[in-house]
């Protein structure tokens, strides 16, 4: 418990003291305030005299009255009361606070598990959301002229020459025999023979 203060009746005090001198008063100062920060005075009275810093002649004059104030042993009754009250207060302030501080860090921390839990479960619902989007994201199907496009084209003798190509021209051709078309004569590899059949087919 920490003394660093003390209680001083000043209506009690100027009634017990109005018969003292002033070096009197001083001593009965010094000695009440070291009783209450060591919990009592020394069993030595040259000690107790060098606390009140009187001389030797001062304290043989005043150490009887002094006394009076005091039980045998120097012992204060009014202090020692005191003290004990100073004591229970402390202690049960001391108590509270201690309860009181469980108290506040318990609800911090559920307060912070609290916070927790709830930035999870909005990085759940975050995720799961975006999960959704992707999965119900309609399929883009390509349209007739990109699938046309990705499919291999047959091949076509009539694509390979200007002008038209009829069906006898084409038959000429798989012959062997030259074909006439707008007065040039066609001829036709092996190959081209092959692209033939299968365009017509």
Do not use: C
Not at 42 to 68: F, G
Not at 92 to 97: D, L, P
Not at 106 to 121: G, P, R, T
Not at 151 to 174: F, I, V
């Amino acid at each position: 418990m920490s003394r660093h203060w003390m209680p001083l009746y000043i209506g009690d005090y100027l009634t017990a003291t109005r018969h003292l001198s002033a070096a009197e008063h001083g001593a009965y100062l010094l000695l009440i305030m070291s009783y209450w920060d060591k919990g009592s005075l020394p069993s030595d009275e040259r000690q107790i005299m060098r606390l009140t810093a009187m001389t030797d002649k001062e304290w043989r004059d005043s150490r009887d009255t002094l006394a009076e104030f005091f039980e045998p042993g120097w012992v204060h009754p009014r202090i020692d009361r005191e003290l004990a009250e100073a004591s229970e207060k402390y202690q049960r302030r001391s108590e509270a606070g201690r309860a009181g501080g469980l108290k506040r860090g318990k609800s911090k921390q559920n307060s912070s598990n609290a916070s927790a839990v709830q930035e999870a479960n909005g990085k759940q619902k975050n995720s799961n959301a975006s999960s959704n989007a992707i999965s119900n994201a309609p399929s883009k199907r390509p349209s007739k002229t990109e699938a046309g496009l990705n499919q291999p084209q047959p091949h076509s003798l009539r694509s390979s020459y200007p002008g038209d190509l009829g069906d006898s021209d084409l038959d000429q051709l798989a012959q062997g025999e030259p074909a006439e078309l707008h007065g040039q004569d066609l001829s036709i590899s092996a190959r081209a023979l092959a692209a033939i059949g299968r365009g017509r087919a």
